[in-house]
């Protein structure tokens, strides 16, 4: 033991996936080596291996990825007034605007925008007007969709005049008439194109307006612009194509929080969301703001679809969050919630004969999705009556008797106590969620999965970020910028590799959480992955480091040792090496968390050719608290070059705070 201390160099190497630590007396080379056995297979590495988190927080959905413009378009915001909404009129015009609990569209949408004109005429209209997101997006050249339910007094004439203008009403960006027919409830739909000389801005507003006295009432009143895939209630296509470019493995929905709700009532009410929008009456969100619901289950599920991706569906399992932390008991009490999670699962993989997958067929996707994970619950160790196991094993039991090959995860995983890891039924999947500062990322990258049980379940590391200092759940936090520095990227990376070296049993991973809406008030959480305004977005340092992994991974992890690297505290450099064995493309991740260039000599072995020319992908700043908004979306972005003179053996300098990824041809 005393010679073990005495030992001065410190020999990370990872031996058929397990990382130990081993000391040495050598005198330390001047540049450490990381060996690499390119024909020693430690683990297989699959396509659902990184992925996506998402839940409405943030904003994520609702003014974020769900492409609809308009703010509280079903008036249910807020219970006593038409937020977000005003009155349009002019000098010469008199009218106003009421909330109307008595003009019900139908028994889901009851609340409606009531506006009464005494006076106006074409030059002097009356009418309301919608604030969007924090603005409605106009962009040149493009054509939106308009739509919304209306009714009119009996008597009432003349048309509405749908409209796109300046927030001051004097700019019109892209107007229609349409004409009301009647005093029943009727929808209209009319299309609004912008012209091609418009400077782009989110300072504008969605108006209806009338030019004729009498009473109109309008529900349901959307606009959407053009979105992915041309999806009609689709999602924003600049955000779409940020995710698709990180090249998601699997969606993980519908929370997070976002699932359990703030009481059993709030929880997320699957059923409601499906269908036509005028069936959905939204419910309220657990982040502090309402949910439109217009991306529900069916729109979750095709998003995964629409890029490539497998659902894992996080099913409600009896328990919400606290304070309150209202729980349904195992047993009886939650046999309707079990019946419940079966219904759902049937709507994304029944048969079109099953009652639930005939509903999926109806809604317009007969095709049964590919579904494997199911989730129970989400962090479910915050339970603390101990009834999660009993819970859990409820929803195990059902899921596994009508759907053998479903996969369950247990939300409590081995971050947590001993004593909170209670499982009578073998869970097939651990969830396990780390926040934690940069620091402690690149202090545990080389240790926190090497000593897991290699017999015990497999993990999904389904919620985890570095941030720079101040907790997420902080109040202060929110002062900071919503997403995250490359202090905070190098930290991710780092934990990256450490999963990537894992994924013998790290079967899925995915940061969280993914979207932000970068306004003030828009957010209730940072660090957060992308960022965005009305108009535009923009990828975090920490987006890129998501994004250049997943695109040069491989399908292998091959056997790779660092030896000769001085260590004080930390490890100056983290790594991973893995293959594609139809290519014979090897990937050599490598994290330099320090302020200063590190050489490391690279030793490959178990291979036939290797190509001198190979592709170098380097993510780096001269600061590590440079970073990526909305204003300067590229300060901190991946950029690729050829590198020559590789071989099996070839020296390559780090840049100080960087992140690279060599891509190496052998044959
Ligand atoms: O990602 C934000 C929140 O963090 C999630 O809703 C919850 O699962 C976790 O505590």
């Not at 079903?74 to 000098?91: E, G, M, R």
């Not at 982040?287 to 894992?312: H, M, Q, T």
């Not at 606290?322 to 195992?330: D, S």
């Not at 260039?597 to 380097?618: F, K, M, P, W």
Request: charged letters at 20%; aromatic letters at 10%.
């Amino acid at each position: 033991m005393s010679d073990f201390m005495e030992k001065t160099i410190l020999t990370l190497s990872i031996c058929m996936g397990i990382f130990v630590l081993n000391l040495s007396a050598q005198v330390a080379p001047s540049v450490p080596v990381l060996r690499i056995n390119a024909d020693q297979v430690t683990s297989e590495i699959g396509p659902t291996f990184s992925g996506m988190m998402t839940e409405e927080i943030n904003h994520s959905y609702d003014g974020g990825l769900y492409a609809e413009l308009v703010q509280n378009r079903v008036f249910k915001d807020n219970p006593t007034a038409p937020v977000h909404w005003s009155l349009v009129q002019t000098t010469a015009a008199i009218g106003s605007i009421t909330l109307d609990n008595t003009n019900a569209l139908n028994d889901e949408l009851v609340s409606s925008l009531r506006l009464d004109v005494g006076q106006a005429d074409k030059d002097n209209p009356v009418g309301i007007a919608n604030d969007g997101y924090w603005g409605i997006p106009v962009k040149p050249e493009t054509a939106y969709q308009a739509s919304f339910y209306a009714k009119t007094s009996t008597g009432f004439k003349g048309p509405v005049v749908v409209a796109i203008v300046s927030t001051d009403g004097s700019t019109i960006f892209a107007q229609a008439t349409v004409d009301l027919l009647g005093n029943d409830w009727r929808k209209y739909s009319v299309k609004l194109i912008t012209p091609a000389n418009l400077t782009p801005t989110t300072a504008a507003r969605f108006e209806l307006t009338v030019h004729s006295p009498g009473t109109v009432w309008f529900n349901l009143v959307s606009l959407f612009p053009p979105t992915w895939k041309n999806r009609p209630n689709g999602n924003r296509i600049d955000l779409m194509q940020k995710l698709a470019d990180m090249k998601p493995g699997f969606l993980r929905f519908p929370g997070g929080n976002y699932l359990e709700g703030s009481s059993i009532a709030n929880r997320f009410p699957w059923k409601k969301t499906l269908g036509d929008l005028a069936q959905r009456p939204g419910h309220p969100g657990c982040w502090g703001y309402r949910s439109s619901d217009g991306l529900g289950l069916l729109e979750f599920l095709e998003w995964a679809e629409d890029l490539n991706a497998e659902p894992v569906l996080a099913v409600y399992a009896g328990y919400s969050l606290p304070p309150k932390n209202e729980l349904v008991q195992p047993g009886p009490d939650l046999a309707p919630y079990v019946a419940d999670a079966l219904d759902e699962i049937e709507y994304v993989i029944g048969a079109t004969n099953s009652a639930w997958g005939a509903r999926r067929a109806a809604d317009g996707h007969p095709a049964p999705f590919n579904l494997t994970y199911i989730e129970i619950g989400n962090e479910d160790w915050f339970d603390g009556s101990g009834s999660y196991d009993a819970r859990f094993a409820q929803f195990y039991d059902a899921i596994k008797a009508k759907y053998p090959r479903l996969q369950c995860i247990s939300t409590v995983g081995n971050e947590q106590p001993e004593a909170k890891r209670v499982h009578s039924r073998k869970p097939d999947v651990l969830d396990e969620h780390y926040y934690r500062s940069a620091m402690d990322f690149e202090t545990q990258a080389g240790s926190r999965f090497e000593h897991y049980d290699r017999s015990g379940p497999k993990i999904f590391v389904g919620e985890w970020a570095a941030y720079e200092d101040i907790v997420p759940w902080n109040a202060k936090s929110r002062k900071l910028p919503p997403t995250p520095s490359l202090k905070a990227a190098l930290g991710d990376a780092a934990w990256i590799t450490a999963m990537e070296r894992n994924s013998d049993i790290i079967v899925m991973q995915c940061y969280a959480p993914m979207l932000v809406n970068v306004n003030p008030g828009g957010r209730q959480w940072r660090p957060n992955l992308i960022g965005y305004d009305a108009l535009s977005s923009y990828g975090s340092p920490s987006y890129y480091v998501n994004a250049m992994f997943n695109a040069n991974r491989g399908n292998v992890v091959v056997h790779s040792s660092l030896t000769g690297m001085a260590v004080e505290n930390v490890a100056p450099l983290n790594y991973s090496v893995t293959k594609d064995t139809a290519t014979g493309a090897i990937y050599i991740k490598v994290v330099n968390i320090t302020g200063s260039a590190q050489s490391l000599q690279i030793d490959l072995e178990g291979v036939g050719r290797v190509d001198s020319r190979g592709t170098c992908i380097e993510l780096k700043s001269a600061r590590q608290e440079d970073t990526n908004s909305l204003s300067g979306p590229t300060k901190v972005v991946p950029v690729t070059g050829s590198i020559d003179g590789l071989g099996r053996n070839f020296t390559r300098t780090f840049s100080p705070y960087s992140v690279t990824v060599l891509r190496i041809q052998t044959s």
